[in-house]
């Protein structure tokens, strides 16, 4: 027990001195903190150059409250639980395996750095991409996990900051589920980790922006504006009635796995979940509302 109480102070104060260097005194270009204000600020621009729902403010309905989930969710989140829980997590797992004459290079298929940069980013990006569409199904299909996904289709108007509405015990679920597949393909370095990530970040961003956009024919690869927008939408067929659009970055996976549904356009339709009126409106409700829920 002593051993993870350390590993949970160490974890605080590490994370709590890089934060401080992110912010403070690094400016290098994989900086996290001055990269989500660039990205959002570039998507937002983008929005208000080129609005598909043309009457919809800049500050739409839930700005201000969306932009302080992007802000929580990406950094505060890590600094109160995520990291103590994930580096406890692993060291717990891993004694596990242990106790069994295993350890987590057991399950390493291939090392990542002995394959050619690219090869090894997109073969990470993949494993990673697909792990979290599987994850967010699960979001949708088993009702524990749907109660704390509502947060993020609380959303009823769409826009940049929408991307990162989500509760806290979402990361704790994809992490978790995360956790062996990225031990299968072995290391890699954090700096070309930082490219998927800010990727990602654009896309999603993207994904949730007021922007008419499918990107021709990559949208059968990529997720878009015109695909996501239905992963919203309040009211879906019976056939689709746990959701459909689960795709992150790419949108392959809802393609090959028949779970795409873009029936129309979906610019002007209503966004949100049966019985969303009665969804708690500020963001400490909405962060006990599973719990109420239970209750």
Not at 186 to 191: L, R
């Amino acid at each position: 027990m002593e051993k993870y109480i350390e590993i949970i102070k160490k974890s605080y104060s590490g994370y709590w001195n890089y934060l401080e260097t992110e912010i403070l005194f690094q400016n290098n270009w994989d900086n996290y903190f001055y990269g989500l204000i660039i990205v959002s600020f570039l998507v937002w621009m983008l929005e208000i150059a080129f609005p598909w729902r043309k009457d919809q403010s800049k500050f739409r309905k839930d700005f201000w409250l969306d932009v302080f989930y992007m802000f929580f969710n990406f950094f505060l989140l890590n600094l109160i639980v995520l990291i103590a829980l994930s580096n406890t997590a692993a060291a717990f797992f891993n004694d596990i395996l242990n106790v069994i004459g295993l350890s987590i290079s057991s399950f390493q298929v291939f090392d990542i750095d002995a394959l050619p940069k690219a090869l090894g980013l997109i073969i990470f990006f993949l494993v990673s991409d697909f792990t979290q569409w599987n994850t967010h199904r699960l979001l949708h299909r088993i009702p524990f996990l749907w109660n704390f996904h509502k947060v993020h289709h609380s959303v009823k108007e769409m826009g940049f900051a929408a991307h990162l509405r989500y509760h806290w015990m979402e990361p704790v679920v994809y992490k978790s589920l995360l956790y062996i597949p990225i031990a299968v393909i072995g290391g890699f370095d954090a700096q070309d980790v930082a490219i998927i990530h800010f990727f990602a970040l654009a896309v999603g961003h993207l994904n949730h922006a007021n922007l008419g956009w499918d990107y021709g024919v990559l949208k059968y690869i990529f997720n878009n504006p015109k695909m996501h927008i239905w992963h919203h939408a309040k009211d879906l067929p019976d056939h689709k009635k746990y959701g459909a659009n689960f795709g992150l970055t790419l949108s392959i996976w809802d393609y090959i796995f028949k779970t795409n549904h873009i029936p129309k356009d979906g610019r002007d339709i209503e966004l949100g979940f049966e019985g969303d009126e009665d969804f708690p409106q500020d963001f400490i409700q909405q962060e006990i509302y599973p719990i109420k829920l239970k209750k």
